[in-house]
Nanobody, 120 residues
Framework: QVQLVESGGGLVQAGGSLRLSCVAS????????MGWYRQTPGKQRDLVAT???????NYVDSVKGRFTISRDNAKNAVYLQMNSLKPEDTAVYYC??????????????WGQGTQVTVSS
């Protein structure tokens, strides 16, 4: 059984910073891409950033230059450093990981979500 546990959300004023963390645990034989998505009420879950095993990073245009994704393969962890936050960044943030099982098949796993609220 694999679990992704997120932490680090909260309330911050516009211009402030937050750092989200996500750790995968359980029976893991390898992790491919990891990343972060976000969702606001009534809307679909949208990509924020992804990072590959060799740390190739991809960002949605709206966060480029403000957010930084990183990972620690030894800890099965992915992080999202969010700077210069804007009210439109307010959302529930979900981490995900493409995880390999003992048969070398891969499955997408999701965290439970963490609320980020940016006040103006």
């Amino acid at each position: 059984q694999v679990q992704l546990v997120e932490s680090g959300g909260g309330l911050v004023q516009a211009g402030g910073s937050l750092r989200l963390s996500c750790v995968a645990s359980g029976t893991i034989f390898g992790i491919n891409d990891m990343g972060w998505y976000r969702q606001t009420p009534g809307k679909q879950r949208d990509l924020v950033a992804t990072i590959s095993t060799d740390s190739y990073r991809n960002y949605v245009d709206s966060v480029k230059g403000r957010f930084t994704i990183s990972r620690d393969n030894a800890k099965n962890a992915v992080y999202l450093q969010m700077n210069s936050l804007k009210p439109e960044d307010t959302a529930v943030y979900y981490c995900y990981a493409d995880i390999k099982d003992h048969t070398h098949r891969t499955y997408d796993y999701w965290g439970q979500g963490t609320q980020v609220t940016v006040s103006s």
